[in-house]
Every structure is written in C-alpha cells, then in structure tokens.
C-alpha cells in the first residue's frame, strides 16, 4: 500500500499542469464542468485484492511450529478499467454509476498437514469482476483549479471465474467461490480541471460484505472444511478522465 501512495504522489508533483493547478490564483478551466445535470467519462487503475478468512476452529500450531489454522495468501496486482455515469445533486452531492472490469489473481497457500504435495496446498484464484458500483461523491468547494472530495456506497460484483456451478472441488483442483459478490466501498481522492478535461486520481478500499467460498462436498475437507467465511477486500488506485 505504501508503494502505490508514493506512486501516485510522484505522478502529482511531477506532472507540471497538475502542479500549476495549486497556484494561488490559477486561470480556471472547465468553469461550467461541474454545473451539468449529467458526466460521462472512463476510468483506468490498478488493484490489490485479499481475502479475509475467518475459521471455525484455532487448530493452532505442530509441533516444527507450522500454523494449522491458517490460509496464507499472496496477492498480486490487478488492473481496473470502466464507464463512469454521474448526475448531479448539488454543489457538494453526485451520484455515481462506475461499472467496471476488475482483473486479480490471488494464490493460496492451505495449512493443512494431511497436503504434503506443494501442488495440493497451492490454489490459484484467478477472478475477473464485473463491478456494478452505486455510490455517493461528497466534494468540497472547487478551490482553484482542484477539488477533493470522499466516495462510497455499495457495489455488486459478478465473478466470471467463479466455477460456482462447477460439479468438481478441490480434489480435482477446481476452487469455487459464488458468482455473485455485495460489497462496501470507501475512498478519497481529487479533480483537476485542466484545460480539456477533468482528471481525477483517487485511492478506494472495497468490502466483501458475504461469504465467498463454496464448500467442497467432504465437509472434512482440507481445503475448506475449516473455513467459516472467505470475503474479498482489496484496495482500487483508479484515475478517471471526465
């Protein structure tokens, strides 16, 4: 997470006409941009996903100290890329429609000591989201050139690589989750009015408010027998162009 504030903090301060929008008394673009009814405009970012896992039983630990309890995961980034449909409220209040494409790969790593393959205690989840996000922008008073403003609201995800339907589990290798997933968002970010268009970087977590995971047919399973709930949380650096 620190990587990716400094990130978008080099990208502020080194891009000259993003900079310039700080200036005590800049010329105003986009005057009139944000007195229409309705915007339109796209979003390209990046993502984090992670599970939150909750079990149980604390299985505790054996006796080389091995953890038995719990589901270690290692994430890797993902890309974000959608639509964005926003009406105006009033000066300070929008309502907005993001639906996206979220890209992520997640890999698992299961306690388990009846797996003593590597190949049996590893799972890859590849998922590929279809966001449908209803969310509220709270601004403040366009200062200059610049806006911040808070988001959120609550989102529906489809999973296409769910395998939900899928008649084989874990013992053939195949990880299944529910296709559909309910979450919270929460954010922050910016608006720069440029000359041409309004650019906004913004920072935003969302929330996995179900449970995920489909239990293998065992329910002694290793995989997911120990499990009480898996819920998806992650972290969205989107930079929207209006």
């Known amino acids: 997470m620190k990587k990716w504030f400094f990130t978008c903090l080099g990208i502020l301060i080194l891009t000259p006409n993003l900079y310039g929008q700080f200036n005590e008394n800049p010329v105003l673009n986009k005057e009139n941009e944000d007195k229409k009814f309705l915007n339109w405009g796209y979003f390209l970012g990046l993502n984090q996903y992670d599970f ?7 299985l505790g630990f054996d006796a080389n100290g091995k953890d038995l309890t719990n589901v270690q995961v290692a994430k890797s980034l993902g890309f974000n890329v959608g639509l964005i449909g926003e009406m105006r409220i009033n000066e300070f209040l929008d309502v907005r429609l993001e639906p996206g494409l979220h890209y992520t790969s997640r890999l698992l790593g299961f306690p388990s000591p009846l797996l003593e393959e590597e190949r049996d205690a590893l799972r890859e989840v590849k998922s590929t989201y279809i966001n449908f996000p209803l969310l ?3 601004s403040t008073r366009r200062l200059g050139n ?9 989102s529906a995800s489809l999973n296409l690589g769910s395998n939900e339907a899928s ?3 874990n013992l053939s290798r ?14 922050f970010g910016i608006d ?3 000359e041409y268009f309004k650019f906004s970087p913004s920072i935003r977590g969302v929330f996995a408010l179900t449970d995920e995971l489909i239990r293998d047919n065992d329910p002694n399973s290793p995989w997911t027998g120990n499990i009480a ?9 989107n930079f929207t162009f209006e």
């Not at 939150?52 to 604390?58: G, M, N, R, S, V």
């Not at 195949?174 to 954010?187: A, C, I, P």
């Open 52 to 58: 939150k896992f909750e079990y149980e039983d604390d």
């Open 136 to 138: 509220l922008k709270v």
């Open 146 to 154: 610049w806006k911040p403003f808070l988001i959120g609201g609550g």
């Open 167 to 169: 008649l084989d589990d």
């Open 174 to 187: 195949t990880y299944r989750m529910t296709k559909w997933v309910y979450n919270y968002e929460l954010g």
């Open 192 to 194: 720069f009015y440029l």
């Open 229 to 237: 709930s898996m819920k998806s949380r992650g972290i969205f650096i």
